[in-house]
Structure formats: structure tokens, C-alpha cells
């Protein structure tokens, strides 16, 4: 799959360039053109407006500026998003196999590359007590792809996990990939909650 440039800066003199790894989208990177000018490229896997910090220095002076990038990913060749994402990492083998101990539709899911560290990956739980029993929120990458059917799923034993989810949805929250938070109330005193991402048609 070819690689699109996506911005090009040039200056007078030779400077060297830097963005924050965190802010840019899948699939995308930073390149140094060692001539006072450098560019984004890449083929993005994840729609969304991202806002960047780039960074610029001659080795005496530093300056910044904050934009907007704006992407919006379609399927190429009839494949599907996630198949566009596979190719783009170099991801060998099917949805249901394992990189780096993560399968690979939740690393996709959850808005990560073949490289993102699992432990920056997965989604992340919370706990409360009150006087209603014990709350817990569930936080995670949602991205957009309408073909991603994540739902939240309770136990209190980790044994019956119940027939219907306390949560589902498709990729992206109202078109606007991000963070999703779900908040359970247990009807006990212990909760566990796990997240099921599935790849529909």
C-alpha cells in the first residue's frame, strides 16, 4: 500500500523536526528529509481529527505549532478497515491471532499499531464502594469503524457472564473516535468486567 504524503515543511536552513509519537494517528509517522524539511506519511488506519504538537529546532532556537490533522479512512481495493490496518502493520495471519500477547482485532479495535505496547493498550478499570454496593468503570480506545462491535460484559464470580452485555456498541461514539467509559453497579460486593470486540460484515 502506497505511502501519502500528508504535510511538507520547508525552511531556509537546516532544522530538525518532532511530534509527540502519542498524538499522531495509526499508521502514520514523522520523517526527517535531512534537507530543512521533513513530512507525515503514511496510510492512516483510524479516522478522526488529531491534534498535533510540532516541534521545530535549529539547535540555538525552539518554536512550536499546534494543528489539526483531519482523516478520514476508506476501505481500498473492496478490503475492509481492518484489512487496510493488517497491511498498513505488516500484521501476518488473521483477525484471531496474537501479536505481541494482544489478538490482533483488539489491537485494532482498540486503536493500536503492531508496535503498541499492551500495557498502553488495554482497556483500564476502576473501582468504587458506596452504600449502593460496589461501581465499576470500564475505560477504552474506541475507534471508527462502524464494523467494530465492542460490548461490556459483568460477572460477579467470573463463571456466568450472563446472556446480554451491560454495554455494547459500534466503533466510535456518534461518529467521534475516542474514549469510552462504561460505569456498572455490581449487585454484590465483587464485580469483573472484560470487553468483547467482535468484526461483523
Known sequence: MPSLPLIVILTPQVCFF????NDLPSGITLTQNGDGSAQLSGTPTESGTFEIMLTVTDGDYVTWQIFDLEIEVQPTDGQSLYANWAASNAIVGDATDVTDGVVNLVRY???GTK???AAD???QMQASLSPDGLGLQLSFHRIDDP???Y???LSTDLNDWGTEPVWQGHGANNGIPGIQEV???TP???GFLRLQVTLQD
Do not use: D, E, K, M
Open 18 to 21: 518532532a511530534v509527540n509519537s
Open 109 to 111: 479495535a482498540l486503536g
Open 188 to 190: 454484590g460486593p465483587r
Open 151 to 153: 460490548a461490556v460484559w
Open 115 to 117: 508496535s503498541t505496547p
Open 147 to 149: 464494523s467494530i462491535l
Open 121 to 123: 493498550l488495554l482497556p
Open 183 to 185: 460505569q456498572v453497579q
